[in-house]
């Protein structure tokens, strides 16, 4: 296991210094562990934007990576830190949700552990900067076969993200915008099929008050500048314009509401 | 082979959920395989740019090196994927031409197989995200010793990019700007050996309407804040100021006219 | 030692495709070696900037890792190469300071040498691209057990950054900001422990014209939006606002002046 993948998760920018001494600390405990970046990019102290991300890559590793997520505005307050194995996932999370999505998907309850042995943390921890001097550690103890239970005891309660979640009604689903990626598509928390279930009826797709005319199953499928919905790689109603940029057309962004509506 | 090299090149934006994602696939399939980040900053859907990219950039790896290249403006529709050995380099790439400049330099015809075979992609393939579920799996199994012939049929043709071509005249040479890098500096696509030709004639670089009045062989060579033309790393006509951002003092940017002219 | 670490940090932008050439030139000679990315976020050509980086991130590394470091806006003037080892790490670095500030915790004199022998260079040099043709192939020939000796003769001298010194008072001490991170924190060149010194007395830290009025252990101690002063994880003064920007509040950047006063 000493090999083994270590990602990383954080809104600390592409290029931050806290990054790099970050990958300094677990290189330094383990040479050979293979470090993975997923994302520096998240928006600061955004909470919401990593469970999407979380829930949208972690899922795709293999079941022995070690994720670790440092977006922790929380960071030198009483919030705790969590070894979480979800869905044969393992994460080190601050205790704020971030996982909430992810598990979603899961049958089994996920094992928690709240870390309390500062025997494998850096001997002095900053205030500020838990992702050096607690996540980095107890990541490269773990990739040394450190067993999860000496981190601390189990936990039993945890912090849940309020996540929108869709309203459904009769007559169609309403939902918000959740994620823009940079090509300014618009992934909303709507479930995909529901434009299964409009197609063949008369109904409509909406974004703010903007209606939008065409479904489609692939972006070439539009003529360019047409803004159409479909069903995004991650099984989510998304709208998008083909060869354009959706979210700065519509000014529309994260929370934008979006609704489904059909002939009930 | 199963520490092969793959490298990544996209227009997904660092830190995009779908950058993590294809590592994850391809991980999965192969945990022993040695990821390398290109770039994941070519312009959205900029096809031209990741031709220039990967023109630039792919002789200087390894021969055994597998480059996924997922610029792909037309995922969904029915542009092929294309597995391409060209000049001892392999590379996975949407058929839109991106690949045209690295092959110029080839005297060999590439041998190119068109992915057909879909044992070898993802169980479930979205309309949006072939990255996902066509490159990655295929890079994957690919670096698992999979003859590329299992892949699909060879090729006999394929898309070849519009790239701008300089203009040569007796007095001269016309062309544009092709890319311009961080610091504002202007590459063109008119080759160095123009510059060699000016020297010790008279005659003059013009790009936009702006003459520029000195070459020099480094930046170091000019004063600060002059326009200088230069021979670029990659052996183009470059137009740059020395601790300036040539690309925004000039309002210029890729197709901005350049010319060398002398007397014929 | 052929799986060795190499970094790299430069500020030719995540992406470029200068930086993928220097990749492609390091596995080419060494396709063992193991690269990982420290930032290449470095602003253009601000050796500053990447003196404060290399000082925050290169002592939390492995003390066999090399640094390559491409900052260089002299690229192709006659100013050296250095190899460097500065408190048992490793670094190639342009001759301009940017290891100035790591080596001043060091109480050994470093061990420095002037890159002269080009064979170890690629076979043409660029003179505008030194990281490729230069640091590339001696980063991957010293991780192939070159002896650095072979690299050119030891230097006894070389050039010092001018780094800013905070000053010193009876009453107090006054510094500057020195790097913003990207939660628009602002770190100074002020030790932290001047807020030790302030804790108990009448006194107060002031940033331009602005004064802070509360001194805090963590972020989350002081309310959102609230202007505060605490130890950064480097150890160093920082202004910052919980969940807010300080650096676009108070229109603060580098060089922006930091004083502590106090009863003297």
Redesign the interface.
């Known amino acids: 296991m000493s090999d083994m993948?270590i990602?990383l998760t954080t809104?600390?920018?592409?290029?931050?210094?806290?990054v790099?001494?970050i990958?300094?600390?677990i290189?330094?405990l383990n040479?050979e562990v293979r470090?993975?970046?997923?994302?520096?990019?998240?928006a600061?102290?955004d909470i919401r934007e990593a469970a999407?991300?979380l829930a949208?890559?972690?899922?795709?590793?293999?079941l022995d990576?070690l994720h670790v997520v440092v977006v922790d505005?929380?960071?030198?307050?009483d919030?705790s830190i969590l070894y979480v194995e979800v869905a044969g996932h393992r994460l080190l999370v601050p205790d704020n949700g971030c996982w909430t999505p992810l598990s979603e998907g899961s049958h089994h309850p996920p094992r928690v552990i709240r870390l309390t042995e500062s025997r494998y943390w850096r001997s002095t921890v900053?205030?500020?900067?838990h992702g050096?001097?607690i996540f980095a550690p107890v990541a490269a103890n773990l990739s040394l076969d450190l067993d999860p239970r000496e981190l601390g005891p189990v936990a039993a309660n945890w912090n849940r993200l309020d996540w929108p979640r869709p309203a459904r009604r009769p007559d169609g689903v309403s939902g918000e915008v959740v994620?823009v990626?940079?090509?300014g598509n618009l992934i909303t928390n709507i479930p995909g099929a529901a434009l299964d279930e409009l197609a063949g009826r008369s109904g409509s797709v909406q974004i703010g008050t903007t209606e939008i005319r065409r479904c489609v199953?692939?972006?070439?499928?539009a003529p360019p500048d047409l803004l159409v919905a479909?069903?995004?790689?991650g099984g989510w109603l998304?709208v998008a314009i083909n060869?354009g940029n959706a979210s700065s057309q519509l000014h529309a962004g994260v929370g934008t509401p979006v609704c489904v509506t059909w002939q009930a």
């Not at 470090?35 to 998240?42: F, K, N, P, T």
């Not at 199953?217 to 499928?221: F, L, P, S």
Request: hydrophobic share 30%.
């Open positions: 993948l990602t809104d600390f920018g592409t290029g931050s210094p806290y790099a001494a990958k300094g600390v290189l330094t040479p470090l993975v970046d997923l994302s520096h990019e998240i600061p102290q999407f991300f949208s890559t972690v899922p795709y590793f293999p990576t505005p929380g960071v030198g307050s919030r900053s205030d500020t900067f050096r001097d994620f990626d940079r090509f199953r692939t972006y070439a499928e479909l069903v995004s790689s998304e060869k």
